[in-house]
């Protein structure tokens, strides 16, 4: 199952009193889909996770710490689309979009699930669209 929608990047809003009163500041991201799931990923440095794609629920990914690159390919015969993401990026993968994230430093995010994992009854169809050199 393919999705006519591309990976997107997720922007969060900001009141901008928090940042006025010196303690920092609140960012929220407010997502169109319900999220069922939340899950925390670790990345080392030169590795990748994904290479596949959610035939059954939306993932969205925010990165909490560190810097890397978002791969991603609407369909099969498509050209990969990379995302530049660091802390405080969100990217939203629609039902069908090949994925993979390639971690330039350590990178922790969170993926956040439409449906939960374990509900599935295909969660991920793996694919090739990034392969690093060893």
Wanted: aromatic fraction near 10%.
């Amino acid at each position: 199952m393919l999705s006519n929608e591309r990976t997107e990047v997720f922007f969060p809003t900001c009141n901008v009193d928090t940042i006025k009163d010196g303690r920092g500041g609140i960012f929220t991201w407010v997502p169109p889909d319900v999220i069922k799931e939340f899950n925390l990923l670790y990345f080392t440095p030169g590795t990748t996770r994904g290479n596949h794609y959610h035939p059954e629920f939306t993932e969205y990914f925010l990165v909490v710490e560190g810097s890397g690159i978002a791969v991603t390919r609407d369909a099969p015969d498509m050209t990969e689309r990379i995302i530049h993401i660091s802390k405080g990026t969100c990217i939203r993968n629609p039902i069908g979009v090949s994925h993979t994230i390639y971690a330039i430093t350590p990178l922790t995010a969170v993926a956040l699930l439409t449906k939960p994992w374990d509900d599935c009854n295909v969660p991920i169809v793996r694919e090739d669209i990034f392969e690093t050199k060893k």
